[in-house]
């Protein structure tokens, strides 16, 4: 079971940028599918970005061209870039093994705020 660990949340004002990481406990060549989610207040989980083995990306439309899901193998390391944030991107990100199924972690909050 890998295990991972996010970071990089914090306040930024609308139109800013983060990055959020994270780190695997094991490798992350055992990941056939896995991605970004996020909660807001008020609302159920629902999936930001996927990145499959192949290579293959997916975005929900209220993020595409804004946010970037990429992982560095060497590091053991999934990353969402986020660019040109909302109000309405506020919530907490989760990064969650797809294929195989994985399990919540903590997640990191991000709060998009003026």
């Known amino acids: 079971q890998v295990q991972f660990v996010e970071s990089g949340g914090g306040l930024v004002q609308p139109g800013g940028s983060l990055r959020l990481s994270c780190a695997a406990s094991g490798s992350i060549f055992t990941i056939r599918s896995l991605g970004w989610y996020r909660q807001a207040p008020g609302k159920q989980r629902e999936v930001v970005a996927r990145?499959?083995?192949?290579?293959?990306?997916y975005y929900t439309d209220s993020v595409l061209g804004r946010f970037t899901i990429s992982r560095d193998n060497a590091k053991n390391t999934v990353y969402l870039q986020m660019n040109s944030l909302k109000p309405e991107d506020t919530a907490v990100y989760y990064c969650?093994?797809?294929?195989?199924?994985?399990?919540w972690g903590q997640g990191t909050q991000v709060t998009v705020s003026s």
């Open positions: 990145l499959a083995m192949d290579g293959n990306t």
């Open positions: 969650k093994c797809d294929i195989p199924p994985g399990s």
